[in-house]
């Protein structure tokens, strides 16, 4: 079946540190890559959507200049937490889904950040 | 506005059948979605229904009703390794999925 890499799967840094997350289609091209943030015993949150080669869409709320989306590719994007903060300390998940709207999104492993 | 609903919490035994209702309100509709997510994992994809009716999918199934804005998801032969959170999400319009707050599924043995 599909699958979706996310690297890496677990980061512990210094308050003021950038963070960049990739996520990788193996064996599929996904148009839309979806990123989600999900504190503790909460459901997913979408933060943004990232078509490529276009800018992402970002949810009300999130702010696009703290939290850096490039989706260079069919098969590639990364998310990047600039000067990150104790309180960006969360699971961020990324998923894909192919060129077909209404398949099933594909989701990554996951990247567990905590800033110290 | 756009709402998916479904329980906080359900318990069932071992071996035994369970239900996790979800009822949506979306802008469009381009399907309902099922997922089992595990403490500290990623969510795993289970089942996609567009059409009304019963998909069975092993000792999963999922139903559908598209005029009652309705789904749900039938356990059958509950496992231990079932203890997870199960998310409904519905897709809408723009093709953007919808969550809902997902429901924590204890097995007792």
């Known amino acids: 079946g599909a699958v979706v890499s996310q690297h890496p799967s677990r980061v512990i840094c210094k308050s003021g540190t950038s963070v960049k997350i990739e996520c990788r289609s193996l064996d599929f091209q996904a148009t839309t890559m979806f990123w989600y943030r999900q504190f503790p015993k909460q459901s997913l949150m979408l933060m943004a959507t990232s078509n490529e080669g276009s800018k992402a869409t970002y949810e009300q709320g999130v702010e696009k200049d703290k939290f850096l989306i490039n989706h260079a590719s069919l098969t590639l994007s990364t998310l990047t937490v600039t000067s990150a903060h104790p309180e960006d300390s969360s699971f961020y998940i990324c998923s894909a889904h192919g060129l077909s709207g209404n398949q099933p999104q594909h989701f990554g492993d996951g990247t567990r950040l905590s800033i110290l | 506005g756009q709402n998916i609903d479904q329980p906080t919490e359900m318990t069932a035994t071992e071996g035994a059948i369970v239900q996790i209702n979800c009822t949506y309100q979306?802008?469009?509709?381009?399907?309902l979605f099922w997922y089992q997510q595990h403490a500290g994992e990623a969510p795993t994809f289970l089942s996609y229904?567009?059409l009304d009716g019963l998909e069975e999918k092993g000792r999963f199934s999922s139903f559908l009703s598209r005029s009652k804005g309705y789904s749900y998801l039938l356990l059958k032969e509950l496992q231990m390794k079932d203890s997870a959170s199960y998310l409904c999400a519905s897709m809408d319009s723009n093709y953007q999925l919808i969550w809902g707050a997902g429901t924590k599924l204890i097995i007792k043995p």
């Open positions: 229904n567009v």
């Open positions: 979306t802008s469009g509709f381009n399907g």
